[in-house]
């Protein structure tokens, strides 16, 4: 077979044993890419990942009962059930 453009051999190819050191290199600087995109990727992928748990975290908070709020509320709702009484007392007379 001859080695002409559009053939590809294993010759072609860097590895360990048959590669030229500027075949090593270009395959050193490829692979090293491929790192960088997959790290950057996995960056990306934590951070949102982590905005996402943050934004879930404050939108399931709940706020804290206060006793002054439930007390007021005790006392409007004994002021409505008072009134509801004169009403009724109001209305068989």
Do not use: C, W
């Not at 995109?37 to 009962?65: D, E, K, M, N």
């Not at 509320?73 to 068989?92: M, T, W």
Request: proline share 4%; glycine share 6%; net charge negative.
């Amino acid at each position: 077979m001859a080695d002409g453009p559009g053939i590809e051999t294993y010759a072609n190819h860097a590895n360990s044993v048959t590669a030229t050191p500027q075949q090593q290199e270009e395959a050193t600087i490829a692979g090293d890419a491929v790192r960088t995109r997959i790290f950057a990727f996995i960056g990306v992928a934590a951070v949102s990942a982590g905005i996402a748990y943050a934004i879930v975290r404050v939108a399931l908070a709940r706020v804290p009962t206060d006793p002054t709020t439930e007390r007021i509320q005790q006392l409007i709702d004994e002021a409505n059930r008072l009134l509801a009484q004169l009403d009724d007392k109001k209305s068989d007379s």
